[in-house]
């Protein structure tokens, strides 16, 4: 039993300190995923990595003695699925400031977003991402863990429980399933 997984069971049973064991263990591997997918905004953004993580690990930390960690794989898994949920609040809280919540058609490449309408492409994305969750919930995870934690295909895989070809033949068909999603979803 790895470190993680066992700070992660002790902070689900409520041991005194656990907690704050578990964020030295993983801030920085949380940080380090945080700043990847951060790395694409625009200088003078909202929300920095630092705060992410810090606002990801309060929730999955304040929901601890309701979830029962199985290991440090579903703990990430979590937090990827956290972030994206942060990011994709903040995109919307923007959006609805900015421009009363219009979309706008822009492209989007699933591997590094960097169009000048990021809180759009976010948004875009987070409808596919939920339809494709609908229709292949393994499919979606992979995606989510690829895009929002920055795993490569064999930690994504490692993750899952899948093998790596399959992991790659997943990734390559929900990338053109997204694509194809996103371009219906902005054209309404």
């Known amino acids: 039993m790895?470190?993680?997984?066992?700070?992660?069971?002790?902070?689900?049973?409520?041991?005194?300190?656990?907690?704050d064991q578990l964020i030295e263990l993983v801030y920085d591997e949380l940080r380090r995923l945080a700043a990847a997918k951060l790395s694409h905004e625009k200088?003078?953004?909202?929300?920095q990595a630092t705060a992410l993580v810090?606002?990801?690990?309060?929730?999955?930390?304040?929901?601890?003695?309701?979830?029962?960690?199985?290991?440090?794989?579903?703990?990430f898994s979590a937090a990827a699925e956290t972030m994206r949920r942060l990011l994709i609040d903040t995109a919307r809280r923007k959006k609805s400031q900015k421009h009363g919540g219009g979309l706008q058609q822009v492209s989007i490449d699933l591997t590094s977003v960097t169009s000048n309408?990021?809180?759009?492409?976010?948004?875009?994305l987070d409808h596919a991402l939920e339809k494709l969750a609908s229709i292949d919930a393994t499919k979606a995870k992979l995606v989510e863990l690829r895009f929002f934690a920055g795993l490569t295909n064999e930690q994504a895989a490692k993750t899952l429980g899948i093998g790596v070809s399959t992991?790659?033949?997943y990734w390559a068909y929900s990338r053109s399933w997204l694509r194809a999603e996103i371009s219906r979803f902005q054209s309404e």
């Open 117 to 124: 309408d990021r809180d759009g492409d976010l948004l875009a």
């Open 54 to 75: 810090h606002e990801a690990y309060m929730r999955l930390a304040g929901g601890a003695s309701e979830i029962r960690w199985e290991n440090r794989a579903h703990f």
């Open 43 to 47: 200088p003078g953004q909202t929300i």
């Open 167 to 169: 992991a790659e033949s």
């Open 2 to 19: 790895s470190d993680v997984t066992r700070l992660l069971a002790q902070v689900t049973e409520g041991h005194d300190g656990a907690s």
